[in-house]
């Protein structure tokens, strides 16, 4: 079904107005009508409006004072001012204040309802017109990284910078900061992004089946291979290949990516044919390279071919404020793809995200947001939500405390009470390195008043 548009429609003449109101209603809209200034204002604090019909000149002050208003809230408002035969000149000025059209009494109430029509189709197309932009960007925004914080704002910007760039490059940082994200963003931000960006987890695939992944193989290489097979290398001819997890290849295979890195040709498995490709290659690793070089299990000379550029991306627990910028991120996504009102995400659950360190990085990010999404289906993301071992001592305190009356013949309240409260000062006061003023901001509670609690406690450090 349609849904209705709301109109605002404001004028000091009752007769007219109930008639233009009437007619308006007709066609099924929802209006709402102010006689003056004052409750027009009223009525726009408290609704939201697709198209504004105001009178020019009102008892209590202007048409143009609303239109300003109004166009400040919802730059894509609908606004039709209504003038009289003196008012010709503050019609023009309305449009160019950002008037959509403007009507000159007297007039048709029928003519009025053809105005507001074509300006809620003209509203509709801006509406799709911006959706359309934000689902692009949005789409874009999957090949590059997402955050605000001066870390990642410098790997985009280098990324950009590196774009059209034929050099080697080995990302390093944790497992699930996003290695493939900036790898993909490097190949889609140059002048490879038309070719493929091919993805292999050298670390996943065994080593005896990885050469035949990465090199291709001639029918009977081995035993199975029933017909020829082309390797990534060949499939990334002229765009870009990324070998995640590179620091687990075997020995033997490294020999083989080393001529691969200088000569740009290789053998498929049982062939003693070179094929030639002009491919990109971005590795990546978890694991300390150099420290792998002295125990003996990664080449110096193929560590010095991949390392031509450097990236590092550091953990989530680093990032600051991307922690929620992300979570906002993945809760659109996975709102729209799990069909999910989730609206939003509560104060203390941001507090308690904020602190927390993250050890699966970005990805136990995505994968925390996609379960509540499943799960939850509505409402505010809240403590509640989250998993008990992002919880310090104080959160799950609050959470988990609760005691079976049926279990007991009498409760000392008192002691229980006194109990719990000592225990959640404690917690405040070792998250702040006992900073009695960071402590008593947090839980709410005036500074003398903590300090007689710890005295009378007897609260120390632990």
């Known amino acids: 079904m349609k849904q209705t548009a709301y109109l605002l429609l404001v004028d000091d003449e009752e007769d007219l107005r109930s008639a233009l109101q009437e007619t308006l209603e007709m066609s099924n809209y929802h209006v709402t009508t102010a006689a003056n200034a004052m409750r027009a204002k009223d009525a726009m604090e408290n609704a939201k409006f697709d198209v504004a019909i105001l009178d020019i000149r009102l008892p209590d002050g202007s048409g143009l004072d609303l239109l ?262 993945f809760l659109n996504n996975f709102n ?11 104060d203390r659950c941001k507090d308690v995200m904020m602190r927390y360190n993250w050890p699966g990085n970005v990805r136990e990010l995505q994968n925390l947001v996609e379960r509540v999404t499943t799960l939850k289906r509505s409402g505010e993301i809240d403590v509640e939500d989250l998993p008990s071992r992002m919880l310090d001592t104080a959160e799950r305190a609050v959470q988990g405390y609760s005691i079976d009356v049926k279990q007991h013949d009498n409760i000392d309240f008192k002691g229980i009470v006194d109990e719990f409260e000592s225990h959640l000062i404690t917690s405040a006061l070792n998250r702040f390195d006992w900073n009695k003023n960071q402590a008593a901001k947090f839980l709410s509670m005036n500074r003398t008043t903590l300090v007689e609690k710890i005295k009378k406690k007897g609260l120390t450090p632990a």
């Open 68 to 329: 300003q208003s109004l166009k400040a809230s919802d730059p894509d408002i609908g606004v039709i001012l209504i003038t009289g035969h003196s008012e010709v000149e503050s019609a023009v000025q309305a449009i160019e204040l950002g008037a959509d059209d403007f009507l000159k009494k007297p007039f048709e109430p029928s003519e009025l309802d053809i105005r507001v029509k074509e300006l809620i189709k003209k509203r509709a197309i801006k509406l799709e017109n911006k959706e359309l932009k934000h689902e692009i960007q949005s789409s874009k925004s999957q090949h590059g990284l997402i955050g605000q914080s001066e870390s990642i704002q410098r790997l985009r910007d280098t990324a950009l910078m590196l774009g059209d760039s034929d050099s080697t490059v080995l990302i390093t940082g944790e497992s699930g900061t996003g290695k493939e994200v900036l790898a993909n963003m490097l190949h889609q931000s140059g002048n490879r992004a038309n070719k493929p960006f091919v993805s292999i987890n050298c670390g996943a695939i065994p080593e005896e089946l990885l050469e035949s992944e990465l090199f291709g193989h001639v029918k009977g290489a081995f035993t199975g291979a029933v017909r020829a097979r082309s390797g990534r290398f060949e499939v990334a001819n002229g765009g870009t290949i990324f070998l995640d997890e590179i620091g687990d290849m075997s020995p033997k295979l490294q020999v083989k990516l080393l001529r691969v890195l200088q000569e740009r040709t290789f053998e498929p498995v049982g062939s003693h044919q070179s094929i030639h490709v002009d491919v990109r290659v971005i590795a990546a690793t978890h694991r300390d390279l150099e420290k792998e070089i002295q125990e003996g299990r990664f080449r110096q000379d193929l560590f010095y071919r991949l390392n031509v550029i450097p990236l590092m991306l550091p953990s989530l627990s680093q990032r600051g404020d991307d922690v929620i910028i992300l979570t906002e991120h």
């Open 336 to 346: 729209k793809l799990k069909n999910s009102q989730i609206t939003g995400i509560s």
